[in-house]
């Protein structure tokens, strides 16, 4: 698929210098012409190096610009978060931050997804999850697979508060961490599946733990899954889309009442 194999062919160092000497001589020829005194030998030279560092204020804004156009092109061609981070020298995160919603800054479908339809309605996710961090990364996943309208909880009663709030929307999906303060998961779980206006929204523990009591536990009070959060964060991102790809793209789903 095209982008999927591109590797940049020179080391960060290399491709800085380059980009260096470059910019260098673009910033000194634009000054000369948009500053026809600066080689003018009787400007002082204060004058001169403000002039040259506003005409690099004008060019950083504009490779700024270029750069969010070039992102927007690799999204098209079916880049994500991480692809586009790497080949900027940042994060995923620091590229969502920077240039937010951008997979969905057109219409066209990233090829990373070739086969996804868009759905009559953004989905609903209940996320009851009390750790920031991983909260973030797993709305950054959903959030690259389409329009998730996504609702972070951080215990099991802050959960049911939300959920029989009258006139709350009824979620698509809750996705549930285990170890929580106040209500934990394990708690929470077993209320949903007991409560028969709840019982049947597709509940998928995802949490740190592996070990057999409780994933025993989360199954026998009918959780719809149990996936173990991976180490690796890209690990961890395939595992939420994942997850949000079969509950939310390829299971049927009940008739909104």
């Not at 204060?46 to 002039?51: N, V």
């Given at each position: 698929?095209?982008?999927?194999?591109?590797?940049?062919?020179?080391?960060?160092?290399?491709?800085a210098a380059v980009a260096d000497a470059a910019?260098?001589?673009?910033?000194r020829r634009l000054a000369l012409h948009l500053q026809k005194d600066l080689a003018d030998p009787a400007v002082d030279g204060?004058?001169?190096?403000?002039?040259r560092l506003h005409v690099l204020e004008q060019l950083q804004q504009a490779a700024g610009r270029l750069q969010?156009?070039?992102a927007v092109d690799a999204a098209r061609a079916g880049a994500g978060y991480p692809q586009i981070?790497?080949?900027?020298?940042?994060?995923?995160?620091g590229a969502r931050r920077r240039w937010p919603g951008l997979l969905n800054h057109t219409d066209d479908a990233p090829t990373e997804h070739p086969m996804m339809t868009g759905p009559d309605r953004p989905f609903d996710v209940l996320l009851v999850e009390d750790d920031a961090a991983d909260a973030m990364l797993i709305e950054?996943?959903?959030?690259?697979r389409g329009t998730r309208n996504l609702v972070q909880v951080t215990d099991g009663l802050a959960a049911l508060e939300h959920l029989r709030a009258p006139g709350s929307v009824r979620p698509d999906l809750i996705v549930l961490d285990l170890n929580m303060p106040r209500m934990n998961g394990r708690d929470?779980?077993?209320v949903l599946k007991s409560d028969e206006t709840l019982q049947t929204i597709p509940v998928v523990?995802?949490?740190?733990?592996?070990a057999p009591d409780d994933v025993v536990g989360a199954y026998s009070s009918h959780a719809n899954a149990y996936v173990t959060k991976p180490v690796n964060l890209e690990e961890f991102e395939r595992a939420v889309q994942s997850i949000d790809s079969f509950y939310l793209d390829t299971a049927t789903h009940l008739p909104r009442a």
């Open positions: 698929m095209p982008g999927k194999n591109f590797v940049l062919r020179t080391t960060p160092p290399e491709t910019v260098s001589d673009l910033a204060r004058a001169r190096a403000l002039s969010r156009d070039a981070g790497r080949a900027c020298g940042m994060t995923r995160q950054e996943a959903l959030s690259e929470l779980l077993r523990v995802l949490t740190t733990s592996s």
